[in-house]
């Protein structure tokens, strides 16, 4: 497999959905090469650095009138 | 790790909201409207608007809450009630995001062709000298990873809008593929597509942020 290959299959391969010779092929590529490798590695963590984002919120302003609705709706 | 904000199960969720317990209400208000307000922009023009998307959702919730079926998890339900308002909301700004098909500029590589070898060259398709990617340190200080993290709310927001629905929905509220699927109206295959492009990027600005922070790290005496 070729790294240009390579790099466009991660996704796939992280959501095992590579057909598996392409998937034995990815795998194989790996040890061949410490770019691929690192590539893949810095993808891992791509992902697990956005799954920390604290999202933005929404404003007190509209969060307090959120809550009188909900109390006034159960009235 | 901070913010693992546990939500009690479902069914206790739906019956406290019935109850009209306010303090559950206010739980799953802070535990959402962050990610909804972010979803919502990717449909609607400005932030706003996204916010009154969020508002009207959550007001709809409120009525609606009574006659919850419980044939999806509560927050599903919650999202598609968002995503079909700030949809309709977006058709009026004329900003629809369709997804039943993928955009030319969606498709093709996500790494830059100069990065390898060139075609008729010894090893083509490879990467070039010096354009391999090398092992990253993300900074475990917390005020660098804080950096880190802003360096990636940057690049979401600069996202084409389909990417970032996509990403926001996969990776930063933590959705499955299929959920995805569902609440946008797209393929497995396209979905992957454009989530793959999205990360493709985001890495590019990680690499392009951690290479050059490397030698500031190395002058703090990283031995």
């Known amino acids: 497999m070729n790294c240009d290959d390579f790099v466009e299959l991660v996704t796939e391969f992280l959501e095992g959905a590579l057909p598996e010779e392409d998937e034995r092929r990815f795998i194989e590529h790996l040890p061949e090469c410490s770019g691929c490798e690192s590539y893949l590695d810095q993808f891992r963590q791509t992902i697990a650095t956005t799954g920390e984002l604290t999202p933005d919120d929404i404003s007190p302003e509209a969060r307090q009138q959120l809550l009188t609705a909900f109390r006034d709706w159960q009235r | 790790m ?4 546990e939500l009690p199960p479902d069914q206790v969720l739906v019956q406290r909201l019935r109850d009209g317990d ?11 409207s962050g990610s909804m307000l972010r979803l919502a922009m990717s449909f609607v023009s400005t932030k706003a608007s996204a916010e009154e998307a969020v508002q009207d959702t959550w007001l709809a919730v409120i009525r ?21 308002t700030a949809k309709a909301r977006g058709t009026k700004e004329s900003r629809t995001v369709p997804f039943a098909s993928l955009l030319p500029e969606e498709e093709g590589p996500t790494v830059d062709a100069s990065r ?7 090893y083509a398709g490879h990467w070039a ?6 092992p990253w ?3 475990e200080d917390h005020v660098l990873r804080g950096e880190v993290r802003e360096v990636i709310t940057e690049a979401i927001d600069e996202l084409p809008p389909r990417l970032r629905t996509v990403i926001t929905l996969r990776d930063v509220a933590g959705y499955g593929s299929e959920e995805v699927c569902s609440l946008l109206e797209i393929s497995p295959g396209n979905q992957r597509v454009l989530l793959h492009r999205a990360r493709a990027l985001l890495r590019r600005k990680l690499e392009e942020y951690l290479s050059g922070t490397h030698h500031v790290a ?4 990283r031995a």
Do not use: C, M
């Open chain 2, 129 to 134: 000298v010096g354009q391999e990617p090398r």
């Open chain 2, 116 to 122: 390898f070898r060139a075609p008729g060259e010894e």
């Open chain 2, 137 to 139: 340190h993300i900074p």
């Open chain 2, 2 to 5: 901070a913010g693992a904000r």
């Open chain 2, 218 to 221: 190395g002058g703090r005496g």
């Open chain 2, 22 to 32: 306010e303090e559950t209400f206010a739980l799953v208000l802070n535990a959402w």
């Open chain 2, 64 to 84: 609606g809450i009574s006659d919850f079926e419980g044939r999806s998890t509560l927050k599903t339900w919650v999202y598609r009630i968002l995503v079909n």
